[in-house]
C-alpha cells in the first residue's frame, strides 16, 4: 500500500502538512519519506519500536483496583517536526517566561513589591491553594524557584503558538522525551542522515550542572538526590531514569533524616551522609509531615526546617506552585512587563476573569464560543466547553459564576494543531500538544523541541497518556543551511 | 558513591531471586533427567524437588497429591508458592526495578526481559516437552545478567551486594541439595543405579564435568559430597561460596563487624564431611550449615539495612 493521500483536517492546522496535503518546507524529507516506505513498511517499523519499547522497559504507570500496573509507553513511530527558526523564537519566549515568573514567586515571598505596585490583586494570593506562607522570607539560590518547568504549549488553526499552562512543580515526561528519540533513531536511521536534527539527549547533564550549582556549599561537587515517592508513582520510571543518567541515588523518603543540626542525611551503607540539594518528585503538600500534611509517609520529617536554615537546596523550590494556577496564569504577560520590561513574545491564551465584572459579563454573554473553568482544580475538573454545552449546563454554570465569580476563567476555545499519526494500518491526522522543559538556575536551558503528545482517537484533544493519549519524536530541523545554533540561552 | 541501605537490601535480594530461579531450573531439569533415565521398575518420587526447596508443607497445603505434575507446576508457575520461578523471577525485577539506578541499563532490561518471557512461557516450565527449552532459557538470561555484571559493572559497593546475594543463595541451594539428595542416597547404600543418581546430584548444580576433571575416577558419593562441599577451585561449592562472601564482606565498610559470623560458618562447613556413614548424620549436619547460613543472611541485613525508623 502506498501513502499517496495524506489527509488535513479541515480547520486545524497540520504541522507536517499544508491545507492541500502537500508537505510543509521544513517536513518535506520526511513526508517524502513516508511516502516512499508506504503503510506497510511503517507498520513494520512502528511494531519494532513497540517492541524496543516493552523490552527497554519504558513505562508509566496507571492505577487499577488499586494496584499500579506498568504499561508499555505508547508511541507514534512518525515525528513531529519543527522548523529551527520558529524554535528559537518558542526557545526565547519560554526563557522569558520563566524568567518572570521566578522573580513573581521570589517577590510573592518576599516583599511583594507586585502587590504593592498594584499589579498583582492581595485577593488572589489570599485564595491561591498553592501559596505556601510557610516560604515567607526565604531566599533561594539566584531567586529561582521553578528550577525545572514543563510548559504545555498549542497551536491554534491560524499557526498561533499559545502556551496552555506553566507547569512549575513536578512536571514529568522528559524521560519519555529522551527514549522516544532512541526509539525514533532505530526506526527512522535513513531519515536522520538526511536532516540535522538538534540533539536531546544533553539534558540530563544541563539538569545535573543545575542542581550541583544548587549547592548550599558551593563548589564544583555536590551530594545530590532525587526524590521519589515510591514505584507506585505514575512517574517513577522518570525518576529513575534521571537518577541513573545522572549517577545519583534515588532515595524515597524513608531513605533521608534530618538531624538536630538541621542537615538533611541519607541513610547509606556507611552510615549517614550528607545531602547537599534534593530533586524532589514529590508533591510539596507531601514533603514534610512536620510541615505540611502530617500523614504524609512520602516525605522527611524537618525537611523545611533544613531548607528554611539554608542546608539543603530543593528543586523545585516548596511553594513554586504559586505562579502555577488558572488565575495567576492570566497575569504572566504583566508579569513580563513589570519584572523584564519587555513584550511578551509567547502568546498567553486570553483569559477572562470572572473576579472582574467586566470580564465577568463578557464570559456570560458569549459562553457558547468559550472553555469555562475553575480556578483551582487539575485535571480538567469543571470543565465546560461552551460549543458541547447544553443550554442547561450554561445557565447552570452561569449561576455557579454569579455565586463565586473569583472561582472561575474562561478562555477561547482553541483548536489543537494535528499530525500525520499512524493509526491501525492507515495514517490519519490527529491533534496534537508539545512539552518542553526548561532549566532555569544562573542560566536558562531550554531543551530542543519537547515531549509531543498525541490524542490517538478521532477528533479528541485529550493527549494525557492515562487516557489514551500517544506521543512522538519531536524533531527540531535546520532548513538553512549554516543556521545551527546551540540551545542554551545565557543570560 | 555512598549506596542507600535500602538499595544495597534489594540488590543482594533480586542477586538472591535471580539466582535462586536459575538454581532452581537445574535442579528441576537435573531431576527429570535423572527420572527419565532410570528403568519404570525403580520406585520413583517427584517429593525431593520439594524437600530440596523447602517447600514440602506449602505444596501439600494446596495439592492433594505429590506427583510430577503438581510438583513441576508449584515449582515453575504456581501463585500460591513465592518461590516458583515465575514469582521469583518477578521478585528480583521489582527489587532490581528500585535498584534501577546503580546497575547498567542492560542489566534491567535482562532481568526485564526474563521476566516477560517466565511470565508469557510458564506453561512451556511445566510440560514436560518444553521444560528443557524453559530451563535454557532462564540460565542464560541469568548467565547473561552475570557477564553483563562481570564486564561492565565497576567493582563498587552495589556490585558487592549483587555478588554477595548470588554467592549466599549458591551456598544454600548446594547446601540442601546435598541435605536431600546426598542424604537420601548415602542412606540407600549400593544400589545399582547409583551412579546414575550422583550424577543427577551433580547436574543439578552442574558440577559433573568439573568433578570429573577435577577427580579423575569413577563417580563415588563421598567424594561427590566433598566435592560439592570442599573444593575451592569450583564456584558453586559451598566452600567457594563462603570464600566469595568471605572477600566480598572484607571490601564493605564494616565488614570486618562480620567476621566472627562468617568463620563460625566455615568451622560448620569443614564439619560437615563425605565421611558420614550414614544419611541422617549428613542431613543434620547440613541442617546445622543451613542455619549458620541463614544466621550469615541476617547478620549481613542487620549490619547494612538495620532498621529503617
Known sequence: MTVTDLRVNAGAYDELLLPDGSAREHAQVLVNTLRRLGVDELQARQDHADLDILTMGITFTVYSDGRGIDRAWPFDVIPRVIDATEWRHIEAGLTQRLRALNMFIDDIYNEQRVIVDGVFPIELLEGSVNFRPECRGVRPKYGVWAHISGSDIVRDFDGTVYVLEDNLRVPSGVSYMIENRLISKRAFADVFEQHSVQPVDGYTDELFKLLTSLSPAGGSSASVVVLTPGIYNSAYFEHGFLAQRMGVPLVEGRDLFVDDDNVVYMRTIDGPTRVDVIYRRVDDMFIDPEAFRADSTLGVAGLMRSWRAGKVAIANAPGAGVADDKVVYAWVPDFIRYYLHEEPILANVPTYRCMYPAECQYVIEHMAELVVKPANESGGAGLLIGNRATAAEILERTEAILADPRNWVAQPILSLSTAPTLCDGAILPRHLDLRPFILTGATSYVTAGGLTRVALREGSLVVNSSQGGGSKDTWVIETQPGAASPTTAGE | ?309
Open chain 2, 1 to 309: 558513591m555512598a549506596l542507600l541501605s535500602r538499595v544495597a537490601e534489594q540488590l543482594y535480594w533480586g542477586a538472591r531471586y535471580i539466582e535462586r530461579a536459575e538454581d532452581t531450573v537445574r535442579v528441576v531439569r537435573a531431576y527429570t533427567d535423572v527420572l527419565v533415565d532410570l528403568p519404570t521398575s525403580v520406585t520413583t518420587s517427584w517429593e525431593p524437588l520439594l524437600a530440596i526447596t523447602g517447600t514440602r508443607a506449602l505444596h501439600d497445603a494446596h495439592h492433594d497429591r505429590v506427583d510430577e505434575a503438581s510438583v513441576i507446576h508449584f515449582l515453575v508457575a504456581d501463585d500460591a508458592n513465592p518461590n516458583c520461578i515465575v514469582h521469583a523471577v518477578a521478585a528480583a525485577r521489582e527489587n532490581l526495578r528500585s535498584a534501577r539506578e546503580v546497575l547498567p541499563r542492560d542489566a534491567w532490561q535482562v532481568v526485564n526481559d526474563m521476566y516477560l518471557y517466565v511470565a508469557a512461557h510458564r506453561s512451556d516450565g511445566v510440560s514436560r516437552r518444553s521444560r528443557s527449552r524453559f530451563a535454557e532459557r532462564v540460565i542464560a538470561d541469568s548467565q547473561r545478567l552475570d557477564g553483563i555484571l562481570s564486564g561492565q559493572m565497576s567493582r563498587d559497593h552495589a556490585y558487592e551486594f549483587l555478588r554477595l546475594g548470588q554467592a549466599m543463595e549458591r551456598a544454600d541451594m548446594t547446601t540442601r541439595v546435598l541435605g536431600v539428595r546426598a542424604a537420601a542416597l548415602v542412606e540407600s547404600g549400593a544400589d545399582v543405579y547409583a551412579e546414575v543418581q550422583w550424577m543427577g546430584v551433580l547436574r543439578s548444580l552442574s558440577a559433573l564435568q568439573m568433578y570429573q576433571r577435577a577427580t579423575n575416577s569413577p563417580i563415588n558419593g563421598m567424594s561427590v559430597i566433598d566435592f560439592l562441599l570442599h573444593d575451592r577451585a569450583f564456584p558453586r561449592s559451598v566452600m567457594s561460596c563462603l570464600q566469595a562472601i568471605r572477600d566480598g564482606l572484607a571490601r564493605l565498610p564494616r565488614g570486618d563487624q562480620l567476621a566472627p559470623v562468617i568463620a563460625e560458618v566455615f568451622a560448620t562447613a569443614a564439619q560437615v564431611s563425605g565421611d558420614a556413614v550414614d544419611g541422617a548424620e549428613l542431613d543434620a549436619e547440613t541442617d546445622l550449615l543451613q542455619s549458620a547460613l541463614a544466621g550469615l543472611n541476617n547478620a549481613i541485613i542487620s549490619t547494612y539495612v538495620g532498621v529503617l525508623d
